[in-house]
């Protein structure tokens, strides 16, 4: 009796959403990978994106009417998470777990205490994909640097730099920024440290590939094999990519961010 009432109530609501008949009964996830622009979160999410049964939407909250503020926050979220907002990368017939890329200066870090709640409420799943060497992730954003970030970080003029050109950093501001990066990741994982979720770093996705499959188990996904054609970013020695190279191994030496000036792989 209970089992009936339990399945026509609930079985209108499954159908209601035709293209999910077939796979309606299977319980859905919802995830959010959370990342900061140049962390390679963009091959992570290919990877992921690979899976049949997941879909991430990409950077929801790139466009900046949806975060205006946290009630916009809230509903984009919904909207997501109900399947009401389908992008390129919705495949939706049997999705098992539901998601999107959000970028922590993308209005994550305005509204913790809401967004907390609404990711306990809604028991979603946080990937943290961040990136362990700041001073490449610096690197990889003064080499973009149409990306409006180089702006913010460490001085540099965006006009004309050509896109193989190697950056030259501006020591002078080199160690703040690089504690900025770091202060802003660490605060995220604080904000957000009472959610279900999982660390996963860039570099140790390179060296270990067996860092999808602890991502497919906490997902509760059925294990397959990940792939992307996206390239990965900037591999080779760091001193191949910073154009005053020495200057910048004489600010770090000594300091508590000498690590990044070692090659990670
Ligand atoms: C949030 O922004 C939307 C769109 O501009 C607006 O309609 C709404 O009233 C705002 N809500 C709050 C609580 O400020
Ligand atoms: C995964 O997708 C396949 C193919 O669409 C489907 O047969 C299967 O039931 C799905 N598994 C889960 C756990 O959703
Ligand atoms: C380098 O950084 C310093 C300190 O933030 C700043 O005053 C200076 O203008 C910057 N130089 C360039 C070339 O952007
Ligand atoms: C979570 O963050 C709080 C401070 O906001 C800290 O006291 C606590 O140790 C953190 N817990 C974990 C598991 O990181
Ligand atoms: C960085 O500077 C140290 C001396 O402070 C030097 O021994 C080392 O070879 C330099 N590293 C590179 C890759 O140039």
Redesign the pocket.
């Known amino acids: 009796m209970w089992q009936n009432e339990y399945v026509s109530t609930i079985t209108p609501i499954r159908n209601a959403c035709a293209a999910r008949f077939e796979c309606g009964r299977n319980p859905v996830r919802l995830f959010v990978i959370v990342s900061m622009q140049r962390s390679g979160s963009g091959w992570f999410e290919t990877l992921m994106n690979s899976h049949v049964n997941l879909s991430s939407n990409g950077e929801i909250f790139g466009q900046k009417d949806r975060r205006k503020n946290v009630s916009m926050i809230i509903n984009t979220l919904d909207r997501v998470y109900n399947m009401d907002l389908l992008t390129r990368s919705s495949k939706n017939e049997c999705s098992a777990a539901i998601g999107l890329k959000w970028m922590l200066n993308q209005g994550l870090m305005d509204y913790p205490e809401e967004i907390l709640d609404y990711f306990t409420k809604r028991g979603v799943y946080v990937i943290f994909f961040l990136r362990r060497n700041m001073l490449r992730r610096l690197v990889s954003i003064l080499a973009n640097s149409f990306d409006k970030e180089a702006k913010l970080l460490n001085g540099v003029h965006v006009s004309h730099v050509h896109s193989h050109e190697e950056p030259t950093i501006n020591v002078s501001s080199l160690e703040s920024d690089l504690g900025k990066m770091e202060l802003m990741a660490r605060k995220a994982?604080?904000?957000y440290?009472?959610t279900r979720h999982i660390v996963v770093y860039y570099e140790d996705l390179m060296k270990n590939p067996y860092k999808l499959i602890q991502v497919q188990d906490f997902l509760k996904l059925p294990r397959m094999e990940l792939k992307s054609r996206q390239v990965k970013i900037h591999k080779g020695p760091l001193w191949e990519h910073i154009d005053n190279w020495d200057d910048v191994n004489k600010t770090l030496s000594g300091t508590t961010y000498e690590r990044y000036l070692r090659a990670d792989y």
């Open positions: 994982l604080e904000y440290n009472r």
